[in-house]
């Protein structure tokens, strides 16, 4: 049977309200003078309050400009407590198929999505969606705004797919109604430009985010913080091409752009220190990258709270620097007195990596790829500190969050295999990398430079082992593929060729 069909706006005949002093509010927020519009607004709210009464729709807009203030001040608690009393309003007055409810919906929304509570920012999303579909029309620039924000939640789940399918949809829509150079069309190029780098494919994602940088550029000129915003995305992308240096440059740009418009303690000034702080770690400068996670966590702890995704990226990098700098401490001295030195920064590594755990666990869900992401950083710190059995035991933690078919899985049997030839532990290591080569084989086939690399590793540890016969043939089928798949001036083809050359003077002469 068909759903029933929404009840119907209610139809009110409103008294004429003054909107002098919520009009002012409203610019001077627009210029940054969130103070001088959090007073104009109170005193807006106050003269309706007087007039119509605490609960009368006059006030539910004044309600959601403040909370839209308070958010902007990263004061996230505050603006809640104003757009659930605005949503409240709405619903004892217009109802639940109003456009005014659906904004306030959509308001709450990005009040949960700051929070990191993204389960609940989707459920309010998909409402007002509900709601813009009825009210708008399908197609209409609102709902397009919606279906973006949608895809923003998606994404921040790790679930890229859906993501670009409802990106895809609010671009049809943004530009139908907006046009092709509007900066609404520029956010939804952005917003793709950015899934496009959480999947690894840089190419669309440097494509897209070019051409939201270009609209932006021309609409709003180049001292703009929504063009410091795809400037720190750009950045983030030539940094994963290994252009450390071109990645600085622009990744500085958007600072002092963020700087300037958005002030020194804006939850996006800490995600662009962030972003300089990984493309330091990638030029091997440690110290400059501590730097400027150690000044995005003091932002984010303000502007986000203590228990935002966006806080658990800082302190999951502050775990990787301290760790980094444990190894640098070991290797660079044999003073014993740096031994405390390294143990202490190595606690401090595994502080910031447990805390950035909970913090995923609890915000994104046991199966978010940032979840597999911290053990997978446990798990190397503590192989590194000699501690085999808690490294092997975050592994497997990652490898119950991903199918048994997924490539990621041979990813992390062939680290398991790793950490056990740092002990010298031959015959657990051997199973391991046996493990991922049945995956590989199934997921990459026989001829990938991953699976032939593993293969070799096994022919490599069985003549360790003694089963050298058996050692020669997968070392054999490993060069093989290995000169089909790179040719044989690539390390593991070269490396193969010695092994091979090494077992043939260890085995006897052929029979006649």
Same mark, same amino acid.
């Given at each position: 049977?068909?759903?029933?069909?929404?009840?119907?706006?209610?139809?009110?005949?409103?008294?004429?309200?003054?909107?002098?002093?919520?009009?002012?509010?409203?610019?001077?927020?627009?210029?940054?003078?969130?103070?001088?519009?959090?007073?104009?607004?109170?005193?807006?709210?106050?003269?309706?309050?007087?007039?119509?009464?605490?609960?009368?729709?006059?006030?539910?807009?004044?309600?959601?400009?403040?909370?839209?203030?308070?958010?902007?001040?990263?004061?996230?608690?505050?603006?809640?407590?104003?757009?659930?009393t605005?949503?409240?309003?709405?619903?004892?007055?217009?109802?639940?198929?109003?456009?005014?409810?659906?904004?306030?919906?959509?308001?709450?929304?990005?009040?949960?999505?700051?929070?990191?509570?993204?389960?609940?920012a989707?459920?309010?999303?998909?409402?007002?969606?509900?709601?813009?579909?009825?009210?708008l029309?399908?197609?209409?620039?609102?709902?397009?705004?919606?279906?973006?924000?949608?895809?923003?939640?998606?994404?921040?789940?790790?679930?890229?797919?859906?993501?670009?399918?409802?990106?895809?949809?609010a671009?049809?829509?943004?530009?139908?109604?907006?046009?092709?150079?509007?900066?609404?069309?520029?956010?939804?190029?952005?917003?793709?430009?950015?899934?496009?780098?959480?999947?690894?494919?840089?190419?669309?994602?440097?494509?897209?985010?070019?051409q939201?940088?270009?609209?932006?550029?021309?609409?709003?000129?180049?001292?703009?913080?929504?063009?410091?915003?795809?400037?720190?995305?750009?950045?983030?992308?030539?940094?994963?091409?290994?252009?450390? =240096? /071109? !990645? %600085?440059?622009?990744?500085?740009q &958007?600072?002092?752009?963020?700087r300037?418009? @958005? +002030? $020194? *303690? #804006?939850?996006?000034?800490a995600?662009?220190?962030?972003?300089?702080?990984?493309?330091?770690m990638?030029?091997?400068?440690?110290?400059?990258?501590?730097e400027?996670f150690?000044?995005?966590?003091?932002?984010?702890?303000?502007?986000?709270?203590?228990?935002?995704?966006?806080?658990?990226?800082?302190?999951?990098?502050?775990?990787?620097?301290?760790?980094?700098?444990?190894?640098?401490?070991?290797?660079?001295?044999?003073?014993?007195?740096?031994?405390?030195?390294?143990?202490?920064?190595? =606690? /401090? !590594? %595994?502080?910031?990596l447990?805390? &950035?755990?909970?913090?995923?666990?609890?915000? @994104? +869900? $046991? *199966? #978010?790829?940032?979840?597999?992401?911290?053990?997978?950083?446990?798990?190397?710190?503590?192989?590194?500190?000699?501690?085999?059995?808690?490294?092997?035991?975050?592994?497997?933690?990652?490898?119950?969050?991903l199918?048994?078919?997924?490539?990621?899985?041979?990813?992390?049997?062939?680290?398991?295999?790793?950490?056990?030839?740092?002990q010298?532990?031959?015959?657990?290591?051997?199973?391991?990398?046996?493990?991922?080569?049945?995956?590989?084989?199934?997921?990459?086939?026989?001829?990938?430079?991953?699976?032939?690399?593993?293969?070799?590793?096994?022919?490599?540890?069985?003549?360790?082992?003694?089963?050298?016969?058996?050692?020669?043939?997968?070392?054999?089928?490993?060069y093989?593929?290995?000169?089909?798949?790179?040719?044989?001036?690539?390390?593991?083809?070269?490396?193969?060729?010695?092994?091979?050359?090494?077992?043939?003077?260890?085995?006897?002469?052929?029979?006649?």
């Amino acid at each position: 049977a068909p759903a029933p069909a929404p009840a119907q706006s209610q139809q009110f005949c409103l008294p004429p309200v003054d909107d002098t002093l919520l009009n002012l509010s409203v610019t001077l927020g627009s210029f940054g003078a969130h103070e001088q519009a959090e007073r104009v607004a109170t005193a807006a709210l106050r003269q309706r309050q007087q007039q119509f009464g605490a609960r009368h729709p006059h006030t539910a807009p004044v309600h959601i400009h403040l909370g839209t203030l308070w958010n902007q001040q990263g004061q996230h608690d505050r603006a809640l407590v104003e757009f659930e009393t605005g949503l409240e309003i709405l619903l004892s007055s217009v109802g639940e198929y109003h456009q005014a409810t659906g904004v306030a919906c959509s308001n709450i929304a990005t009040v949960r999505q700051a929070q990191g509570r993204y389960h609940d920012a989707r459920a309010m999303l998909e409402r007002a969606l509900r709601i813009q579909q009825q009210v708008l029309g399908p197609q209409h620039a609102d709902t397009g705004t919606t279906l973006n924000n949608l895809g923003n939640i998606y994404r921040e789940l790790g679930l890229a797919e859906p993501a670009l399918d409802l990106y895809r949809q609010a671009l049809a829509i943004r530009t139908a109604a907006l046009g092709h150079r509007h900066p609404a069309t520029a956010a939804t190029l952005n917003n793709m430009g950015c899934t496009f780098l959480s999947t690894g494919d840089l190419a669309q994602a440097e494509a897209h985010l070019l051409q939201a940088l270009s609209i932006r550029r021309e609409v709003l000129g180049d001292h703009h913080s929504h063009i410091a915003h795809t400037l720190t995305n750009l950045g983030t992308v030539y940094a994963r091409l290994g252009q450390p =240096e /071109r !990645a %600085l440059q622009l990744l500085h740009q &958007a600072e002092a752009v963020q700087r300037a418009t @958005l +002030g $020194e *303690q #804006h939850a996006e000034l800490a995600s662009t220190c962030v972003n300089l702080g990984s493309a330091y770690m990638t030029l091997g400068q440690v110290a400059a990258a501590k730097e400027h996670f150690e000044r995005a966590r003091a932002i984010q702890v303000r502007a986000l709270g203590p228990d935002s995704p966006d806080l658990a990226l800082t302190l999951h990098n502050l775990g990787v620097v301290h760790g980094a700098l444990a190894a640098l401490s070991a290797g660079a001295s044999q003073d014993p007195s740096s031994d405390q030195s390294q143990s202490s920064l190595a =606690e /401090r !590594a %595994l502080d910031f990596l447990q805390h &950035a755990l909970r913090i995923r666990r609890q915000a @994104l +869900g $046991e *199966q #978010h790829p940032d979840v597999r992401a911290s053990y997978q950083a446990l798990a190397l710190l503590h192989s590194s500190q000699g501690r085999l059995e808690p490294a092997l035991e975050c592994c497997q933690h990652v490898l119950e969050r991903l199918p048994a078919d997924d490539p990621g899985a041979a990813v992390v049997l062939c680290q398991m295999a790793e950490f056990c030839l740092y002990q010298q532990q031959l015959q657990p290591a051997l199973g391991h990398y046996q493990r991922a080569l049945t995956v590989q084989e199934n997921t990459l086939g026989p001829a990938h430079l991953l699976t032939a690399t593993t293969r070799g590793n096994i022919g490599d540890l069985q003549a360790r082992l003694g089963q050298v016969e058996a050692g020669q043939q997968n070392l054999e089928q490993a060069y093989q593929a290995l000169l089909g798949a790179v040719g044989a001036e690539h390390p593991n083809a070269q490396y193969c060729h010695a092994r091979l050359m090494a077992l043939a003077r260890l085995m006897p002469p052929p029979d006649k």
